[in-house]
């Protein structure tokens, strides 16, 4: 197909970014908003969008007045009569987007494919709810969509054959890589993403390390371009909420329930970004407290303890704190276990650990160059119990036959800026490694969901370091 009017249904961050994307890739495109008011909203998201590309000189005047003059903005559906595609991004329910989908089928040409851009709910169901059920798909973009490279192509078991690789074709057309899967709840990314965020939030419920922390933890130890609570705020946390519940109805799985701390900030207002507030932008916190330590001892961590020395700091007998590396025991009041990830030192704090040794080891770490984030000394602390956990997941969905492992780590790359693929971060960090790692997530919880996926058991009891691709 052509695909040279494409209508876009709901304007407002994801319709519009999406409205965008096509009018950028020269198709002319009809946005619909259902009233005045949310119309001015699309539409200032449209301009915001392309004068920040202006402002930094990667579109000129004429270019960007060339790419607004390509959208059509309107309250009226019979627009999309004559659309090639029509793409809805209207709120996450399925009574809203059927009621659509109905309407969108009575006005549009037979040839018109309908899209949804649904991140959880079942394309299969809105098919169904049509009369051309073999002509819809779903078509999923990431945010912010002028800049996120994937578009997950959907496909269900009654869509025509050769209809999903023309979609593939149009994403490719507008600069995006496709990833085609089955109707399966989250897809892809949001399969694997939201349930890694929703740990976050569940560690940071659990008191095991502070919002800031978690996020530091997350970008500076594994080198993610957002950390989760500041990714959850950009998603929104309704829509966070609303994913884990469709994940959980279709998987029932411990891994999948949604952070009752999460369900708190929804039912507060507290959306992220959409609402001014979510995780961030809060009232600032207080002055963090400050500690004198003025001796130390460190023991196992050489680079650490050169840092120091050279800083000034004495190896004493009689320390204000002492700080062990990974395995040693904490021993007494003032020892601090300190795991090194990079910039970031985790620093695990027993029952044991006195507060003022946990904020003279915070003040040390940073003198020495790290970024420290102090948490409970649980398995995994933050960055292992976060990402091993993750990995895991990935191999399950891989193991299930549900995607291929290039094409999981394609998605992961290019709809969430990762530096590296799960199963690419998997084989850096080790397979061993991780195995162990949720081995010891798995005995210290207790959850299904966090013993070792059987195909990571298998590959480093055969002694491989890879996984097998074709
Ligand atoms: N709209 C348009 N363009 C934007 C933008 C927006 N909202 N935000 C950033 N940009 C552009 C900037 O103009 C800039 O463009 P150039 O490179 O052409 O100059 C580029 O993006 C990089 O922006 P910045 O340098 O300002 O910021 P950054 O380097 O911190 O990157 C980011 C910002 C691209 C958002 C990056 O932090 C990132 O990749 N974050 C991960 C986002 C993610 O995971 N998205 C998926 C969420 S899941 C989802 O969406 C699916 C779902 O169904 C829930």
């Not at 946005?31 to 920040?52: C, I, M, P, W, Y």
């Not at 627009?79 to 991004?89: H, S």
């Not at 003032?334 to 003022?356: C, D, F, I, W, Y």
């Amino acid at each position: 197909m052509a695909f040279e009017l494409v209508g876009v249904v709901g304007l407002g961050t994801m319709g519009a970014g999406i409205a965008e994307v096509f009018a950028r890739a020269g198709i002319r495109v009809t946005g619909v908003e259902a009233d005045e008011q949310a119309l001015a909203r699309g539409r200032d998201h449209l301009d915001r969008s392309t004068g920040r590309a202006l402002q930094k000189g990667k579109l000129t005047p004429a270019e960007r007045a060339e790419i607004l003059g390509r959208v059509t903005l309107t309250t009226s559906r019979a627009g999309l009569r004559d659309a090639d595609l029509v793409i809805e991004a209207v709120p996450e329910r399925m009574d809203v987007k059927v009621a659509l989908f109905t309407e969108l089928d009575g006005l549009c040409k037979p040839s018109t494919v309908l899209a949804t851009n649904t991140s959880s709910l079942s394309v299969t169901a809105l098919a169904a709810a049509t009369a051309r059920p073999d002509r819809v798909v779903g078509m999923h973009f990431f945010n912010p969509a002028p800049v996120m490279g994937l578009v997950e192509v959907v496909g269900t078991v009654v869509t025509a054959p050769g209809l999903v690789s023309e979609i593939a074709d149009l994403a490719v057309r507008l600069g995006k890589t496709p990833v085609t899967v089955g109707d399966r709840a989250g897809f892809v990314v949001n399969r694997l993403l939201l349930p890694y965020l929703n740990h976050a939030v569940t560690l940071l419920d659990q008191g095991v390390a502070g919002r800031d922390d978690i996020d530091n933890a997350m970008k500076l130890g594994v080198g993610l371009p957002m950390g989760p609570f500041e990714l959850l705020d950009l998603i929104g946390l309704d829509t966070a909420c609303e994913i884990m519940g469709v994940l959980f109805e279709e998987s029932r799985s411990d891994r999948h329930v949604p952070s009752p701390l999460l369900r708190s900030y929804v039912d507060a207002g507290l959306l992220g970004r959409k609402s001014g507030r979510g995780f961030h932008g809060g009232p600032a916190d207080g002055q963090p407290e400050k500690a004198a330590a003025r001796t130390v001892r460190v023991v196992g961590l050489p680079e650490l303890a050169d840092r120091l020395a050279a800083a000034g700091f004495k190896d004493s007998d009689d320390p204000d704190v002492i700080l062990v590396a990974g395995g040693a025991d904490p021993g007494s009041p003032k020892t601090v276990r300190v795991q090194l990830t990079g910039q970031v030192a985790q620093l695990a704090t027993s029952v044991l650990t006195a507060q003022e040794a946990v904020l003279g080891a915070r003040d040390l770490l940073k003198i020495a160059g790290y970024t420290p984030v102090p948490c409970r000394d649980r398995a995994g602390l933050v960055i292992d119990a976060l990402l091993f956990a993750h990995l895991n997941d990935a191999v399950g969905m891989y193991e299930s036959g549900y995607a291929a492992i290039g094409d999981i780590d394609a998605a992961m790359r290019l709809g969430c800026g990762y530096p590296a693929g799960p199963f690419e971060l998997l084989e850096s960090a080790g397979l061993a490694t991780v195995r162990d790692g949720l081995r010891a997530l798995y005995a210290e919880r207790r959850s299904p969901s966090l013993a070792p996926a059987p195909l990571l058991d298998h590959l480093v009891t055969a002694g491989l370091t890879r996984f097998p691709r074709p």
